[in-house]
């Protein structure tokens, strides 16, 4: 059985990660290496779009209940490393201080509003976790040495990409479809796509029970799933059974259209 992490356990992944994504970049040779998963951007520019995405999302924190995010402008990031390494921090910090000082129950804009997810620091809090991973796995990436996202950070990120990202009463614009997601952590997830929208339900087999088949599938570590979900590894880097042509579709689906 997995830990539910709580919003302590978010705070410290936050700033577990981000020292992690802050290592690589002091490790790199150069700013100016090509990051490989972002095509045309370099170390720097990400290090610019990681901690200018963290200083608003602490606006949008400390702003409380709103119908629209803030209007802000952050400051832009120095160029040389030191000085850069320090601004990213201070980045960091801001989105900490603003989350301690909200609590995870205080109610915030998000664009997540049709999902089950709820729109309060919280949410905001979790979010922020797999965005920090998988952007240290880009720097980690870009100065050659990859590592897997934590199991914690992987499984609870995987859960959140489902129930905060696909979740969506938007209709799905193909035929009805299961489709099944298997960690080899032991956890699994259900989306089921239908005119009525995107639902994820946690699948738990009862012993002796045989739930539906699903009409595609797709199985490997909560790491692999949560970088495959944000485009960082092949489809085919899991193990996929059924139509893959249906994640197909899910990859080119913007509901927001």
């Not at 705070?11 to 100016?32: K, M, N, Q, T, Y």
């Not at 609870?156 to 099944?180: K, M, N, R, S, Y």
């Not at 960082?232 to 913007?254: K, M, T, V, Y």
Request: glycine share 6%; hydrophobic share 40%.
């Amino acid at each position: 059985m997995h830990k539910t992490l709580t919003f302590p356990d978010h705070l410290r992944l936050i700033d577990e990660r981000s020292a992690a994504f802050r290592a690589a970049v002091a490790a790199a040779p150069s700013l100016d290496l090509q990051v490989p998963t972002h095509p045309g951007r370099t170390l720097f520019d990400l290090v610019q779009h990681v901690g200018t995405g963290r200083r608003k999302s602490a606006a949008i924190v400390a702003a409380g209940p709103a119908d629209a995010p803030p209007a802000m402008t952050a400051p832009e990031a120095p160029r040389e490393r030191e000085a850069l390494l320090a601004w990213f921090t201070a980045s960091t910090q801001e989105l900490l201080d603003a989350l301690r000082e909200a609590g995870p129950d205080r109610g915030c804009w998000t664009w997540w509003d049709d999902s089950p997810s709820p729109q309060t620091s919280g949410a905001w809090a979790r979010r922020q976790v797999p965005e920090i991973a998988v952007h240290t796995y880009d720097a980690q990436l870009t100065v050659g040495a990859p590592q897997p996202l934590a199991e914690e950070v992987a499984v609870d990120g995987f859960d959140d990409c489902q129930f905060t990202l696909c979740a969506t009463t938007v209709a799905w614009p193909h035929e009805p479809a299961v489709v099944d997601y298997h960690a080899t952590e032991g956890r699994s997830w259900r989306l089921r796509l239908s005119p009525e929208g995107a639902q994820v339900a946690h699948l738990t087999p009862v012993a002796g029970e045989h739930p539906d088949v699903a009409d595609v599938s797709a199985r490997g570590t909560a790491s692999d799933l949560v970088l495959m979900f944000y485009g960082r590894i092949p489809l085919d880097s899991l193990d996929l059974g059924g139509d893959r042509r249906i994640f197909e579709q899910l990859i080119a689906w913007d509901p927001s259209v």
